[in-house]
């Protein structure tokens, strides 16, 4: 069974930097398409950025500010988040673009001054 693990979260001030990182666990699995999602408090999921075929997609609220990546060598994928918002507060997740996979704990991202 596969488990996603998400980290790097935190209470960042306002304009301030994050990266967050998706490793897999419990089966070999690559995570070559793969999206970050997130969830705010009384909000549904919604998704933040995607990794497919090679090439990027982000969320009107994300563009220009978070880049999401891949390392095939640690079979990891990350998100850097710049210029945080306090709306950019929520729950992360990582998973397919098809929600293949059981979400995963998530990371716990504050923007707050």
């Known amino acids: 069974q596969v488990q996603l693990l998400e980290s790097g979260g935190g209470m960042v001030q306002p304009g301030g930097s994050l990266s967050l990182s998706c490793a897999a666990s419990?089966?070999?699995?690559?995570?070559?398409?793969m999206s970050w999602y997130r969830q705010a408090p009384g909000k549904q999921r919604e998704l933040v950025a995607t990794f497919t075929g090679g090439t990027t997609s982000y969320a009107d609220s994300a563009k220009g500010r978070f880049t999401i990546s891949r390392d095939n060598a640690k079979n990891a994928v990350y998100l850097q988040m710049n210029s945080l918002k306090p709306e950019d507060t929520a729950v992360y997740y990582c998973?397919?673009?098809?929600?293949?996979?059981?979400w995963g704990q998530g990371t716990q991202v504050t923007v707050s001054s």
């Open positions: 419990g089966s070999i699995v690559k995570l070559n398409n």
């Open positions: 998973n397919t673009p098809s929600r293949m996979y059981s």
